[in-house]
């Protein structure tokens, strides 16, 4: 599976400091946020994208997530760099691992395929004015055996509506390949499969039309620039207001047509470029002030493509790919986030994503994640900074959400 961190990066540039949203620290939110968003568009918008993919090891074709190989987590073999803070999770949800705390108790994970789960984390997303949630479909979700997947969206659908938030599938093209699949008919399938989940009023729709997000066009080459032609077109046919996640450098495939997907990004409804790992705290302000100011928002605003902006805390995928650096300052005690929050809500883009809301794999969770203090020592992890809330991120989200509403009410 191709790892969304880290796709490009660009060199290191000046710092500047931005103040503006909740300090890092800042006291929970005392009154609730929760009144029903307006599902009918998505201007002025602050979506997560909800993974939901984290099982219990062993179930569910072993689909877990938690591990990189083994059927349980075990010391060197755990696929997370990050572990959820389980405070108020329903304790069935939860099981043991063999990994210590400094108190000498067990570290827990949740499966995600118990109700409880989906519902305390849409809950939160409410508590914290949050718009909602982009589930991640990857391609060998559909038609998954036992359907442990498809039972996580629906839970996402009843707890979507209970708690007034917006939700949306993002089919997600990792697993994809035109060579071995018709992609464009497993999708349409797919979506008739799902239609009540599709005509919940709590799925969001914009123009008139139910949203659709396909991620990784361009990203994953196994599918053809012919055949994102045939996805996105017959996708619009059927009546979805489509947006696909490209790579950052969008703008010089679709000038150069270097590979032939320029033509897919110009059929889009709208364009979200993945920023992740294109940039980190020293050198963020000059990206936002330049690729980000004149392609995401005024080339694509050129070509009439609505356009969304990706923000992220900072990551680590180090458990998961060893290769890859142990980075515990890439967060800058919510500086980083902080800054690109204030850069996205300027540009005004149609909605801000959140990437990602409970990504612990690549270590951009922005929920509740254990302290320092509280890391297993048994491990690497990377934890949330000592004085920090457990919820500064989610927070920090909220206020933006805030922010971006208030620019386009
Ligand atoms: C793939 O499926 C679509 C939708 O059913 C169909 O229109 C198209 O012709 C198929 N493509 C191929 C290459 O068979
Ligand atoms: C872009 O490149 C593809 C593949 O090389 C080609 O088929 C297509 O005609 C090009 N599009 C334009 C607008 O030049």
Same mark, same amino acid.
């Given at each position: 599976?191709?790892?969304?961190?880290?796709?490009?990066?660009?060199? &290191?540039?000046?710092?500047?400091?931005?103040?503006?949203? &909740?300090?890092?620290?800042?006291?929970?939110?005392?009154?609730?946020?929760?009144?029903?968003?307006?599902?009918?568009?998505?201007?002025?918008?602050?979506?997560?994208? !909800?993974? #939901?993919?984290?099982?219990?090891?062993?179930?569910?074709?072993?689909?877990?997530?938690?591990?990189?190989?083994?059927?349980?987590?075990?010391?060197?073999?755990?696929?997370?760099?990050? $572990?959820?803070?389980?405070?108020? !999770?329903?304790?069935?949800?939860?099981?043991?691992?063999?990994?210590?705390?400094?108190?000498?108790?067990?570290?827990?994970?949740?499966?995600?395929?118990?109700?409880?789960?989906?519902?305390?984390?849409?809950?939160?997303?409410?508590?914290?004015?949050?718009?909602?949630?982009?589930?991640?479909?990857?391609?060998?979700?559909?038609?998954?055996?036992?359907?442990?997947?498809?039972?996580?969206?629906?839970?996402?659908?009843?707890?979507?509506?209970?708690?007034?938030?917006?939700?949306?599938?993002?089919?997600?093209?990792?697993?994809?390949?035109?060579?071995?699949?018709?992609?464009?008919?497993?999708?349409?399938?797919?979506? &008739?499969?799902?239609?009540?989940? $599709?005509?919940?009023?709590?799925?969001?729709?914009?123009?008139?039309?139910?949203?659709?997000? $396909?991620?990784?066009?361009?990203?994953?080459?196994?599918?053809?620039?012919?055949?994102?032609?045939?996805?996105?077109?017959?996708?619009?046919?059927?009546? !979805?207001?489509? $947006?696909?996640?490209?790579?950052?450098?969008?703008?010089?495939?679709?000038?150069?047509?270097?590979?032939?997907?320029?033509?897919?990004?110009?059929?889009?409804?709208?364009?979200?470029?993945?920023?992740?790992?294109? !940039?980190?705290?020293?050198?963020?302000?000059?990206?936002?002030?330049?690729?980000?100011?004149?392609?995401?928002?005024?080339?694509?605003?050129?070509?009439?493509?609505?356009?969304?902006?990706?923000?992220?805390?900072?990551?680590?995928?180090?458990?998961?790919?060893?290769?890859?650096?142990?980075?515990?300052?890439?967060? #800058?005690?919510?500086?980083?986030?902080?800054?690109?929050?204030?850069?996205?809500?300027?540009?005004?883009?149609?909605?801000?994503?959140?990437?990602?809301?409970?990504?612990?794999?690549?270590?951009?969770?922005?929920?509740?994640?254990?302290?320092?203090?509280?890391?297993?020592?048994?491990?690497?992890?990377?934890?949330?900074?000592?004085?920090?809330?457990?919820?500064?991120?989610?927070?920090?989200?909220?206020?933006?959400?805030?922010?971006?509403?208030?620019?386009?009410?």
């Amino acid at each position: 599976m191709q790892s969304r961190f880290f796709l490009s990066a660009i060199g &290191a540039l000046v710092l500047q400091s931005i103040q503006g949203l &909740a300090a890092p620290g800042s006291h929970p939110k005392q009154q609730s946020r929760a009144t029903a968003i307006d599902t009918s568009t998505l201007n002025g918008k602050f979506f997560v994208g !909800y993974q #939901a993919w984290f099982r219990k090891p062993g179930e569910d074709n072993g689909n877990s997530h938690w591990t990189t190989d083994r059927p349980s987590p075990e010391v060197g073999h755990v696929g997370v760099d990050t $572990i959820p803070d389980v405070t108020g !999770y329903p304790q069935e949800c939860l099981f043991d691992t063999p990994f210590i705390k400094p108190d000498g108790s067990a570290a827990q994970f949740y499966t995600n395929d118990c109700e409880g789960v989906v519902d305390l984390h849409f809950k939160m997303m409410a508590d914290h004015g949050i718009s909602g949630a982009f589930l991640q479909r990857f391609y060998g979700y559909i038609n998954e055996a036992n359907g442990g997947w498809d039972k996580i969206l629906r839970f996402s659908k009843t707890a979507a509506e209970k708690y007034g938030r917006g939700f949306v599938i993002e089919y997600d093209l990792n697993g994809a390949a035109t060579s071995s699949s018709n992609i464009t008919a497993t999708y349409l399938a797919d979506l &008739a499969a799902l239609s009540d989940i $599709i005509s919940s009023s709590a799925y969001m729709r914009h123009n008139g039309k139910p949203v659709i997000e $396909i991620w990784g066009m361009g990203i994953v080459t196994s599918v053809t620039p012919a055949d994102g032609i045939a996805i996105v077109t017959a996708l619009k046919r059927a009546g !979805y207001y489509v $947006i696909l996640g490209v790579q950052q450098a969008w703008h010089a495939e679709l000038v150069e047509n270097q590979t032939g997907y320029g033509d897919v990004f110009k059929l889009a409804d709208m364009l979200q470029p993945w920023t992740v790992g294109s !940039y980190d705290n020293d050198n963020y302000q000059d990206f936002h002030d330049g690729r980000q100011a004149a392609e995401d928002k005024n080339a694509l605003a050129e070509l009439g493509i609505d356009s969304s902006i990706v923000v992220w805390p900072g990551g680590d995928n180090h458990n998961s790919n060893p290769s890859s650096p142990f980075n515990p300052d890439s967060r #800058a005690h919510g500086d980083f986030y902080r800054k690109q929050l204030v850069g996205a809500v300027d540009l005004k883009p149609t909605f801000i994503f959140g990437a990602m809301f409970d990504e612990n794999n690549e270590g951009t969770a922005i929920y509740p994640i254990l302290h320092n203090k509280d890391l297993p020592t048994n491990q690497q992890f990377l934890g949330l900074d000592d004085d920090m809330a457990a919820d500064a991120y989610l927070t920090m989200a909220g206020d933006a959400a805030d922010k971006i509403a208030a620019a386009w009410a």
